[in-house]
C-alpha cells in the first residue's frame, strides 16, 4: 500500500502551543538522549558548518546536523542551524535562526518541518542544566549567568529546575537592558539580578554559565572559585587556565569540539594539552559510565557545541504532542509522484 507524502508545517506558535516551552519536559528529553547516546542507541555524525564569507572569519553559518534515535523513539532528522552577526540587535530579528525536519526512518519520507529556533533555546539550556544535574555542588546557591540573549532567558529557568538550591542568578550583559528586561519577566517567579560586571557575580558564584557572541575569552581564571561548577555554551569565552585547572573536564562530544574551528577544545587538543581520554562526554555522565562531580572540593568544566540528536528528540516529542493536539498544518510533498 502506498504511503501519503504528508508532513506537518509547525511554524514557532504552534511549536510554543505544543508545549516547548516546559523545561522540565525538555530536561528530561535531554536526559534521555544522552543516555540513549551513550548506549549507543543514536546515530549523531558530527555536524557540517558552513561558514560565510569563510570558516575563520565567518559573518554568518548555517550548520547541518541529522541524526537518527533508535530505541522507542525511532526518528530521524536534523537540524538546520544558522546565525548570522547582521541580526545582532535589530529588533524583531533574533541572531540564531533554526529549522528542524523530522523523517521517517523506514520510508524516509518526510514528517515534520518545524522552526527549530526556540527548541534550540530550549534544549541548548536543558544541555547545561543536565550538565548542571550532574557537576554541580548540591548546596549550590549563586550563579551568574552571562549573556542575557535568547538563550541566557531559557538558561535561567534551566538553572532554576535544574539545581534547586540556587536562591540567586547573577545576569550579566553588555547590554544591562537585556539583563534587566528578562530579569523583570522572572520577576516573582526567580531571583534574578541583572548587572554588566562578570567578575563581580564570578567571584563567589558556585555556576558559571556563558553563552554570549564573544569569540574571545570574557571569564578570566583568577575569578573562578576552586570548588565552582563552570559551563560554557558558546565555544571560546573562559580562559584556558579553567578549563586545564578542571579536576573533572567534560564535553558534550569530543569529536565535534575538537575538531571545532576556534573552539577552545579545539586549541588545546591541537596544541596536545587535551586527548579524549581526559575528559568525560555527558552522554558518559547520563549513561553512568563515567562519574560526575565526586567530591565538594572539585572544579568541574563542561563545554558544549550542540548536538543535533538532542534538536531531532525535542522535535519528535513536539510532533507526538502537534498531532495528538491537532495543532499545525498538513503539507503534501506531491500529489501523484511523476518518476517512480
Ligand atoms: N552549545 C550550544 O548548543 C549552543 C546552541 C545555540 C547557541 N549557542 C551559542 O550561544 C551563544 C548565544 O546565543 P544567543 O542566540 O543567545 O545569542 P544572542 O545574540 O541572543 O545573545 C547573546 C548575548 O551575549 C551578549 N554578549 C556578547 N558579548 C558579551 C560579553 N563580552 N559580555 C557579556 N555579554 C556579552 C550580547 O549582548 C547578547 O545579549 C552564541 O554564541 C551561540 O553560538 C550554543
Given amino acids: 500500500m502506498s504511503v501519503k507524502p504528508e508532513m506537518l508545517f509547525l511554524k514557532q506558535e504552534d511549536v510554543v502551543k505544543a508545549g516547548l516551552l516546559d523545561m522540565k519536559m525538555v530536561l528530561e528529553v535531554t536526559e534521555k538522549t544522552f543516555k540513549m547516546i551513550g548506549e549507543g ?6 555536524k557540517t558548518m558552513l561558514g560565510m564569507p569563510d570558516l575563520e572569519n565567518w559573518t554568518s553559518f548555517c550548520m547541518s546536523m541529522p541524526s537518527y534515535i533508535g530505541g522507542d523513539i525511532d526518528i530521524a532528522g536534523f537540524k538546520w542551524a544558522s546565525e548570522a552577526v547582521y541580526n545582532m540587535g535589530k529588533p524583531g530579528m533574533p541572531y540564531g535562526i533554526d529549522v528542524v525536519m523530522l523523517t521517517d526512518p523506514k520510508t524516509v519520507y518526510p514528517k515534520a518541518i518545524m ?66 528586561g528578562i530579569a523583570k519577566e522572572y520577576e516573582g517567579k526567580y531571583n534574578v539580578i541583572p548587572g554588566t560586571s562578570i567578575e563581580a557575580a564570578a567571584k563567589d558564584a558556585d555556576i558559571i554559565v556563558t553563552m554570549t557572541t564573544s569569540r574571545k575569552p570574557i571569564v578570566k581564571t583568577e575569578w573562578v572559585k576552586s570548588n565552582a561548577t563552570v559551563i560554557q555554551m558558546s565555544v571560546n569565552e ?5 578549563l586545564m585547572n578542571a579536576n573533572k573536564k567534560v564535553v558534550d562530544n569530543w569529536v565535534q569540539l575538537s575538531h571545532g574551528t576556534g573552539t577552545l577544545i579545539n586549541k ?37 557545541y550542540g548536538i543535533g540528536s538532542v534538536d531531532v528528540a525535542v522535535a519528535h516529542k513536539i510532533y507526538m504532542n502537534a498531532l495528538e493536539k491537532g495543532i499545525g498544518q498538513k503539507l503534501m510533498l506531491w500529489d501523484n509522484p511523476l518518476w517512480v
Fill in 41 to 46: 542507541q543514536v546515530i549523531n555524525p558530527p
Fill in 115 to 180: 522552526d527549530g529556533t526556540l527548541i534550540t533555546a530550549m534544549r541548548t539550556s536543558a544541555a547545561a542544566g543536565v550538565a548542571a544535574k550532574y557537576l554541580a555542588r548540591k548546596d549550590s546557591k549563586k550563579a551568574c549567568l552571562v549573556g542575557a540573549g535568547v538563550i541566557g532567558r531559557t538558561m535561567v529557568m534551566a538553572m532554576m529546575e535544574a539545581v534547586p538550591s540556587l536562591e540567586e542568578i547573577h545576569l550579566i550583559d553588555l547590554d544591562l537592558s537585556k539583563a534587566e
Fill in 238 to 242: 573562559i580562559e584556558e587556565g579553567i
Fill in 268 to 304: 588545546v587538543a591541537t596544541e596536545g594539552k587535551l586527548t579524549e581520554d581526559m575528559v568525560a562526554s555527558l552522554p558518559q555522565l547520563a549513561a553512568g559510565q563515567k562519574p560526575g562531580r565526586e567530591s565538594d572540593d572539585e572544579l568541574c568544566v563542561c563545554c558544549t
